[in-house]
């Protein structure tokens, strides 16, 4: 009889209490699959939303392994899986959610469709803080409000993880881009390309100023309630779209429509939860490797790294608010 191979990972055994280091059986590639040897977790406030039991939508009851963004090296392949050899550096948005095992954890066995091989001209830890954020960013500019050259894109939030991604986009596909922040976050801001314009600024002496009046033509929310009611005011007059990844609250669509303009939502978590669309994840992540190697993508992180054994205390960072950046876990 065969022992079963073990590795260590971060359980989560009870919502609301700090993970658990253990020693698991080790995954196994079954069809359609690719096991993964994780080199890193790229970490996000729905992991912590999730050890706190807070984060019912993303059906990820306890016991579970978190971690949704992963990063690392192909180990095997399961049947029918074609693209990928053992031993590619990959990375994608795999796990930590839907009774998925997450990416704490130094093995994991993923759908190949969510994957997508990593860039060659950034370091493959950096890489883990890419995906679930670049996804959203695609799937709001790209795939609803289809933001092209020319255009003038408000991003609400730009420095924060989805925000500097969309800003990072919207100059990468021609757009003159403009992302809301703190004094502190000034010079990230612009550093990614971005006319900065402080958070503080009343809304419409932000339209005034930077678009004579008229609005934006596409508008990014990050953050949701008041912000996402600022952006209905913020939309261009006749075919301007807002676009929101955090639609939580009630809002009054009035302002909206009294511009002519659209909102689309965002919910990344979709292909996950449901199983259909997750070849365009892997699509996207692919898109992602080709910014990132042309030069015109970089994650924002956060200066303090942890080890496997320190997720609670990365996730703790995480919820403080205070990171600076994306966290990334080192797996191996």
């Known amino acids: 009889m065969n022992t079963p ?28 699959q690719v096991l993964v040897r994780i080199t890193a977790a790229g970490l996000n406030p729905l992991d912590g939303k999730i050890r706190a039991g807070q984060g019912a939508h993303a059906r990820q009851p306890a016991p579970s392994i978190l971690g949704i963004d992963m990063a690392g090296h192909v180990e095997a392949m399961g049947l029918g899986v074609e693209g990928f050899t053992p031993g590619d550096a990959v990375y994608g948005m795999t796990g930590g959610v839907a009774g998925v095992q997450g990416s704490l954890a130094e093995y994991a066995a993923v759908d190949a469709r969510l994957l997508a091989h990593a860039p060659s001209t950034m370091p493959l830890i950096d890489a883990a803080a890419l995906p679930l954020v670049f996804i959203t960013a695609w799937e709001g500019l790209v795939d609803r409000a289809n933001v092209h050259a020319g255009q003038s894109v408000l991003v609400i939030a730009g420095a924060g993880g989805v925000g500097s991604m ?11 881009a403009f992302a809301t922040g703190s004094q502190a976050q000034k010079d990230i801001i612009e550093s990614l390309g971005a006319t900065w314009v402080d958070r503080d600024t009343p809304i419409n002496e932000v339209v005034d100023a930077h678009t004579g009046g008229e609005g934006f033509d596409v508008v990014y929310d990050t953050l ?3 912000t996402l009611d600022a952006a209905f005011v913020a939309a ?9 990844s955090l639609g939580w609250g009630t809002h009054a669509l009035a302002p909206l429509s009294f511009r002519a303009a659209t909102y689309s939502g965002v919910f990344t978590l979709m292909p996950l939860l449901t199983g259909k669309g997750r070849e365009h994840h892997g699509a996207i992540m692919a898109e992602a490797t080709k910014l990132a190697d042309a030069g015109k993508l970089r994650p924002v992180l956060s200066a303090q790294r942890f080890a496997l054994a320190d997720g609670n205390a990365a996730l703790d960072l995480v919820e403080s608010g205070r990171a600076g950046g994306k966290v990334v876990v080192t797996v191996a």
């Open 5 to 32: 191979a073990m590795m260590s990972a971060l359980r989560l055994d009870t919502a609301g209490q700090p993970m658990n280091r253990v020693t698991v059986e080790r995954p196994v590639a079954g069809p359609g």
């Open 166 to 176: 969309a800003v990072q986009l919207a100059v990468a596909r021609g757009a003159r």
């Open 224 to 226: 949701g309630g008041a």
């Open 236 to 244: 261009r007059r006749y075919g301007g779209h807002v676009v929101s």
